[in-house]
């Protein structure tokens, strides 16, 4: 099977193993790096987060989340005040759509309170899987899938864990072949070494501990 990036080698069972252990060893406090108090903050700070980055979107809802407490305050915001105040994250109409919009789902359907089921999350306007992944693993504990960002998504296809873009279908391939005790903290620690390591245009494969196990380790398309 051939990507863009050149030629998908999928990584062996043992490998991925040696793969899985050193993240664990890299990052073992990984975790979600949206500042939130509740599980209505880490939803809205993560439907901030498309297309911007944690550092921007915790500068934003610092004093939005001091403005903001409850779903009915959001649902009840001025649309045309909240895009002035989350401006700085982009997109921020759409955005503004989707956490109003979601605020008053919360309150209409679900008394207030932010549902724990993947069924129940993304019923709310701007959650698909992504979003509802971060809030049922880091909030709510509960490993009912992988998160998939940009991140996810390239180095699952670098290390070759899933030859997919689609993200729905490299979560798929990601439960399929990491346990389902380690979806939770993987989302986390690959997220974290995409971020650290592996970026997008220029990884640092000469200082990657991962490089021994990696499939695009020193190839000029990586």
Excluded at 18 to 31: C, G, I, K, N, Q
Excluded at 134 to 158: C, E, N, Q
């Amino acid at each position: 099977m051939v990507e863009a990036e050149g030629a998908f080698e999928r990584i062996p069972e043992p490998a991925l193993r040696e793969v899985l252990a050193e993240l664990d060893r890299l990052y073992p406090d990984a975790d979600c790096e949206l500042r939130h108090e509740n599980a209505l903050q880490l939803l809205i700070a993560t439907i901030l987060s498309a297309q911007s980055t944690d550092v921007r979107v915790n500068q934003v809802t610092e004093t939005l989340f001091e403005r903001y407490r409850t779903a009915g305050e959001f649902a009840n915001a001025d649309p045309a005040v909240f895009e002035q105040e989350i401006r700085s994250t982009g997109f921020y109409r759409n955005k503004t759509k989707s956490v109003l919009g979601a605020a008053r789902k919360i309150v209409g359907e679900f008394g207030g309170e932010v549902p724990d089921t993947m069924e129940g999350l993304i019923t709310l306007p701007g959650v698909a899987r992504k979003t509802a992944n971060v809030v049922l693993g880091t909030w709510f504990r509960k490993p009912v899938g992988v998160v998939v960002d940009t991140h996810v998504g390239r180095l699952a296809r670098r290390l070759g864990i899933s030859p997919q873009k689609d993200a729905v279908k490299v979560e798929r391939d990601l439960m399929n072949r990491l346990p389902r005790d380690k979806w939770i903290f993987m989302g986390h620690a690959i997220i974290w070494h995409g971020r650290r390591v592996c970026a997008a245009r220029r990884p640092d494969c000469a200082n990657c501990t991962l490089a021994d196990w990696c499939p695009r380790n020193g190839l000029p398309d990586c």
